[in-house]
């Protein structure tokens, strides 16, 4: 049982390159989740899906886009990279979307875009 | 807006002490908050949680108590051990949203 698993763990870009950050969970959760942390703040919500087939923005969404290609899986694609988008990536996913459960999260993908 | 906040970046106590880590929130919608902790090079994990019909709630050597009054909540950890060394994030969630605070970085020494 992987739990979340995350690909790539590190990655470097330039600016204006665009990428894929990848994530499945082998526990059938039904949401899924991206957030970023960055130096001095909390997790910040990017995108969520709270079942196959839905996606919703959610506290930071500018400059990303999300597919949530099945059940298990939930990527995250920056078009084009920007030096503001430096940051460490979590995907996470939870029995339902609500609040009361409790989240699982991947290893994170650190990001730099130079 | 930082509707949830962890005041001290960093904590360190001795082993075997107590651990207090402090939380404040802003929103009072949120009705459930939730404590993680985080290991270098890893995601955060599930800790414990509390509702907001409870003031306090207890997992082994853990309690989480909640004023909903001063919109504070804390983590005890007794008997502090090394292996508690980690970032440990509140997070509060309610009416569909849920917010993270900035961490609270504890160092037990041995």
């Known amino acids: 049982n992987a739990g979340v698993t995350q690909t790539p763990k590190f990655q470097v870009l330039k600016t204006g390159q665009s990428m894929t950050l990848q994530c499945a969970q082998d526990?059938?959760?039904?949401?899924m989740y991206w957030y970023r942390q960055d130096p001095g703040m909390g997790l910040r919500l990017i995108y969520y899906s709270a079942s196959e087939g839905t996606t919703d923005k959610g506290e930071v969404p500018n400059g990303y886009n999300v597919s949530r290609l099945n059940k298990r899986e939930f990527s995250l694609r920056l078009e084009s990279a920007a030096p503001s988008q430096t940051s460490v990536y979590f995907c996470?996913?939870?029995?339902?979307?609500?609040?009361?459960?409790?989240?699982?999260f991947g290893p994170g993908t650190r990001l730099t875009v130079l | 807006d930082q509707q949830v906040k962890q005041n001290s970046p960093s904590l360190s106590v001795q082993e075997g002490r107590i651990s207090i880590l402090n939380c404040d929130y802003t929103n009072s919608m949120f009705d459930y908050f939730l404590w993680y902790k985080k290991y270098p090079a890893e995601g955060p994990t599930f800790l414990i949680s509390?509702?907001?019909?409870?003031d306090k709630n207890e997992d082994g050597r853990f309690t989480v108590f909640l004023n909903k009054s001063a919109k504070h909540l804390s983590l005890h950890i007794v008997p502090s051990q090394p292996g508690d060394s980690a970032v440990y994030f509140c997070a509060a969630s309610g009416n569909n949203d849920m917010r993270f605070g900035a961490g609270t970085r504890l160092t037990v020494k041995p």
């Open positions: 996470a996913s939870s029995e339902v979307q609500r609040e009361y459960n409790e989240q699982f």
């Open positions: 526990m059938n959760h039904n949401s």
């Open positions: 509390i509702s907001s019909i409870k």
